[in-house]
């Protein structure tokens, strides 16, 4: 158990509609970042918050968004939602952005859009 | 954009055989992360190299790099069934917007069989 909690594990849901996906990290780590893994395009990064702050962009669309609150948990929302959009969301966490720290995984969301 | 390569990406090895995978970057980095990941699990940190020259071991995985030559191996001595996973390798390195940034490969399937 890597420490880092997301939920729901499983989620089905039609098109066009939205989503929202939780994490929350380790204790003690302020950086949270969202991946998408897919078949085809492998494992994608999305973007990174630390304490609160965006601090990268990765290939995010622009009907997807994110946040990270005050207690440091943060959401991903998904709207609009698309069959493409069906993947493996994991979140990762670590104590701060930068060289040399080690990211923990979650066990991710499945999302399945139909 | 940073590049990583990682080859084979399918390999079906016997038991009690060894072999190696790769996986080339394309721009400087002296941190390489490895992650080993279960089907529909999440990833599991395994090594963090960070240094030129690191090599690090755990039971029947040796890990290295060679941040000259922009290369990391994965070897696997003696395979047993239990290594069966997929292997990724992820570079670590500054994107142009001056943010820290973990890419990942595409992912070796792994397959060994008795």
């Known amino acids: 158990d890597s420490g880092v909690t997301q939920t729901p594990k499983h989620l089905i849901t039609a098109t066009g509609q939205r989503v929202t996906l939780r994490c929350s990290p380790r204790s003690g780590d302020l950086s949270v970042y969202w991946y998408q893994q897919s078949l085809d395009q492998g494992l994608q990064f999305l973007i990174q918050y630390y304490n609160g702050e965006e601090r990268a962009k990765g290939n995010i669309l622009e009907r997807f968004s994110a946040q990270q609150f005050p207690d440091l948990h943060s959401e991903l929302n998904l709207s609009s939602l698309e069959l493409g959009d069906s993947a493996l969301y994991f979140c990762?966490?670590?104590?701060?952005?930068?060289?040399?720290?080690?990211?923990?995984f979650g066990q991710g969301t499945r999302l399945t859009v139909v | 954009e940073l590049k990583v390569e990682q080859n084979p990406l399918f390999l079906s090895m016997q038991e009690g055989k060894n072999y190696t995978i790769y996986c080339n970057y394309s721009t400087t980095s002296d941190r390489l992360y490895w992650y080993r990941q279960d089907p529909g699990k999440s990833l599991e940190s395994l090594f963090v190299?960070?240094?030129?020259?690191a090599v690090k071991q755990e039971g029947r995985l040796m890990a290295s790099l060679d941040t000259k030559a922009r290369l990391s191996t994965l070897h696997i001595t003696a395979a047993v069934h239990d290594l069966s996973a997929t292997y990724f390798c992820a570079v670590g390195a500054y994107s142009g917007a001056g943010s820290y940034q973990l890419t990942f490969g595409k992912g070796t399937k792994l397959s060994v069989i008795p």
């Open positions: 990762a966490s670590s104590v701060r952005p930068g060289v040399g720290t080690e990211a923990f």
């Open positions: 190299l960070l240094s030129n020259g």
